[in-house]
């Protein structure tokens, strides 16, 4: 046993160290670009300087002369080679979103792919890249998304009026009676900006492909390495098991590594055109340019209210910016924005209208909470709507907001709720920041000329489920002859430390000790089909794969067990890796044992069990999706002069079911919560009037550093989910919860000055504007 296991030993629960530390922090993972293949080239893109233009001629003669060029490709090479461009999740019946591999006959974003460069090296690839002569012609750009809809320009010819795609609820007509007789309504609204998950390891990919037997090998940045295989498979037009995809190690993903992108699919037509290994490794500034941005997007949000504060209809116009060429389908997840709009209160009444708006910007990616916004608008307009009744906006949510007793129930769009606890993280999280005591902190600060304040956001998180890509996962257990386990499932590591929890899982569900078992992932050719990491659905989903498989793995050893020391089945515990009998303690069996027998003692077998200890298992969300939620609290401090926030305190009370490793679990928390943070105050993909991108280097595209982010405090509050072992997802929410915190902390502290904000990010010079605003309103009121 290991030195922390006993014969009882419940590894689900323990603070266990994660596994894939050691390899880690030594520096010997394996990320993309530490693969190297026999007779590799490299890859460096072309791209278009110009937000829009005509394409009149690519000249790549000089670049292809150049010594140690294999290859230089524009789209007339490589676009006609695509078989069948599918994503697995455009859902159907959504509008089609254009996708060509290389910009053909228009640009459409500075940053768009014109041409692909294949070198001996990267070096020679850049300077060739720099060789490529493209003669444009401009066009005028679709750069705001608030007046898309209106331009005469046109993003995609065959999209009239710029729109991606839209969606809504019930007849907004139907509540105007409710909000024209309400005694309080309250409108505001909230524009957020552009920003992006800026993972650590940039995106990148190695295509390999073989001409003698028609197969391609892929080493990827990826969260879904099956996922990537059928989307090469259909891309190439060639059998799914003639695609290997290998994903080792992945340096942070937050959705931006789900699906595969347009550059993904260059490579991968100009290794099948080259029959060889071809390497694209994505640099920074690359990255901030073309790989894409999340949460542009604005909000008109209005609530009507009873003369106690009660809340009677809630609605919102949402609009959100997709970009160019938006992967996947900004509806996939846009429309679900609408759906929680209501959130973890009490709402008769809602409904939404939900628009998706082509320009000539970056194409919008999936982002850890792609829904986010819902809870930014809802959340700063309660705080608003508390100051313009009087009430203090934590005793507003008390009269309005769920308690586990509410459920289940579903809101008035249709999202069934179960098994959450909107109220009890509440109420912790302002235990444990003692609200009182600082609200009587913040008085003394004013009259001391110093601004304090106080912000929450309660939200619901959907986990697991929700799309047909997500709805099942598959899991091989392998008990070796040594008594050794080997789990293989799809995960793949992404930083959500998804190996160590499937060795806990696997231990407590087989009965044997965590030191025995290895876990293989993110190699399709030995790991059954899996969606991969996203949607919170890796801890939930994985779990009941595991418990799947490990259950028919347990009734065989049981049964050899049961047959070798000839007692019944029912008689036989097996834990610790051992099978005894109840009541003999002495007599036992250990798990090498039963291997061996089950291997090479195939005629000492019990009838109907059949050889070896292997067995495959795929465990199918019951409901629609498992919920998680919490409550993000921060405090901070804000200098009226120089427009620093400074935060005080960060609290986030979570109930993300029982825990399988807590400090993974915080971990999570803490990742999300500083991202959050850094979308309020910090972080932005900017453009300017021309569609010029002007926050391409970490000089100019700030990021929150550990100077700036406090001690993250952590409360949990457990009810299990309907599914396997309780669990639920916990890898988005932290960034869904921590932005309307941080915002209404700020407007909190402001609140003297009756500022209402309605823009981020909230930068220094943005709260000075906001403050000298409101002086400047209230002497001419």
């Known amino acids: 046993m ?8 419940s590894f689900v629960g323990m603070r266990m160290p994660r596994v894939e530390d050691a390899r880690l922090v030594t520096g010997a993972g394996e990320f993309v670009d530490d693969v190297s293949r026999p007779g590799m080239v490299h890859v460096c893109f072309v791209r278009s300087p110009l937000p829009r233009a005509r394409i009149l001629g690519i000249d790549i003669a000089e ?33 089609h979103v254009p996708r ?18 294949v070198a001996v090296d990267r070096y020679v690839a850049e300077d060739a890249a720099e060789l490529v002569v493209v003669d444009y012609d401009p066009l005028p750009p679709v750069i705001d998304y608030r007046t898309a809809a209106d331009s005469d320009e046109l993003v995609h010819a065959e999209c009239p009026g710029n729109l991606a795609g839209a969606m809504s609820g019930r007849p907004a007509a139907e509540l105007d009676p409710i909000f024209a007789a309400a005694p309080h309504v309250v409108r505001q609204r909230i524009f957020q900006q552009a920003y992006a998950p800026v993972p650590m390891e940039t995106r990148g990919l190695i295509a390999d492909w073989s001409a003698p037997t028609g197969e391609m090998t892929i080493w990827a940045a990826t969260q879904s390495a099956h996922g990537l295989r059928g989307f090469c498979a259909r891309l190439l037009g060639i059998p799914e098991h003639r695609v290997r995809v290998v994903a080792r190690d992945t340096g942070g993903g937050f959705g931006q590594k789900v699906v595969a992108q ?18 694209w490794i994505e640099d920074r500034q690359e990255h901030l340019l073309s790989a894409g941005m999340a949460r542009h997007e604005y909000g008109d949000a209005r609530m009507a209210f009873d003369a106690d504060g009660h809340i009677l209809a809630a609605a919102i116009d949402h609009v959100q910016n997709v970009g160019a060429y938006p992967i996947p389908s900004p509806i996939t997840a846009g429309v679900v924005v609408g759906l929680l709009f209501p959130g973890p209160y009490r709402v008769p009444a809602a409904t939404f209208d939900a628009k998706f708006v082509y320009t000539n910007t ?24 508390a100051r313009r009744m009087g009430l203090d906006p934590v005793e507003l949510r008390r009269r309005n907001m769920l308690r586990r007793e509410d459920l289940p129930l579903a809101n008035p769009n249709g999202m069934p709720y179960s098994d959450v606890t909107p109220r009890e993280t509440f109420e912790q999280a302002l235990e444990m920041l003692d609200y009182e005591s600082f609200r009587e902190q913040q008085r003394r600060a004013r009259a001391q000329g110093r601004y304090l304040g106080v912000g929450t956001c309660t939200y619901l998180e959907p986990t697991a489920g929700g799309t047909p890509f997500h709805s099942t996962e598959g899991a091989t257990i392998r008990i070796e002859p040594s008594g050794k386990v080997n789990v ?51 801890g939930p989903m994985t779990a009941g794969a595991i418990a799947e498989t490990a259950a028919t793995l347990r009734e065989r050893i049981l049964a050899i067990a049961a047959h070798r020391l000839g007692t019944a089945v029912e008689d036989v515990e097996f834990s610790a890796g051992r099978a005894t009998v109840r009541g003999v303690p002495d007599v036992e069996l250990s798990l090498a044992e039963i291997a061996d027998i089950a291997y090479f003692q195939v005629d000492a077998l ?13 465990y199918r969300v019951g409901s629609m999706m498992i919920w998680a939620n919490a409550t993000h609290l921060c405090t901070c401090e804000v200098d009226i002069q120089t427009g620093a926030v400074r935060l005080l305190r960060y609290i986030v009370s979570e109930d993300c079911g029982p825990m399988i490793n807590p400090s993974v679990v915080e971990g999570q928390i803490y990742g999300g919560a500083v991202q959050g943070i850094g979308g309020a105050l910090y972080e932005q993909l900017a453009y300017d009037e021309s569609g010029n991108p002007i926050t391409t280097t970490f000089m100019d595209y700030l990021l929150p550093t550990a100077t700036e982010v406090p001690v993250i405090e952590v409360g949990h509050v457990e009810t299990p989910s309907p599914g396997p072992g309780g669990f639920k997802g916990v890898g988005e929410g932290g960034a869904i919860g921590s932005t309307p915190a941080v915002l209404n902390a700020v407007a909190d502290a402001l609140a003297p000055f009756g500022v209402e904000i309605g823009a981020l990010p909230l930068a220094p010079a943005t709260v000075v504007a906001m403050v000298e605003e409101a002086k400047r309103r209230a002497a001419a009121a």
């Not at 290991?2 to 030993?9: F, L």
């Not at 991968?268 to 390497?279: D, E, I, N, V």
């Open 63 to 95: 670049a292809a002369a150049l010594d140690g060029v294999r290859a230089v490709f524009t789209a007339a090479d490589l676009n006609p080679e695509v078989h069948e461009l599918s994503f697995p999740l455009d859902m159907p019946g959504m509008p």
């Open 362 to 385: 970056v194409g919008r990616v999936a982002y850890r909470g792609p829904w986010q916004f819902e809870s930014v608008a809802r959340e700063v307009l309660l705080d608003t709507a």
């Open 606 to 618: 019990p009838p109907g069990v059949p050889p070896g200890l292997e067995a495959s298992g795929r």
């Open 100 to 117: 060509p591999p290389l910009a053909e006959g228009e640009v459409r974003f500075v940053g768009d792919p014109v041409a692909l460069v």
């Open 262 to 279: 347009r550059e993904d699919i260059c490579v991968m037509l100009a290794a099948r055109k080259l029959r060889t290994a071809l390497k």
């Open 2 to 9: 290991s030195e922390t296991a006993t014969a009882t030993t």
């Open 488 to 538: 293989y499932v799809a995960g793949g590591s992404c930083g959500n430390s998804l190996e160590t929890t499937v060795i806990q899982l696997a231990a407590d569900a087989i009965g044997v000790d965590a030191a025995d078992v290895h876990s293989v992932q993110g190699d399709t050719a030995v790991t059954p089909f899996g969606a991969g990491t996203g949607g919170s659905r890796s």
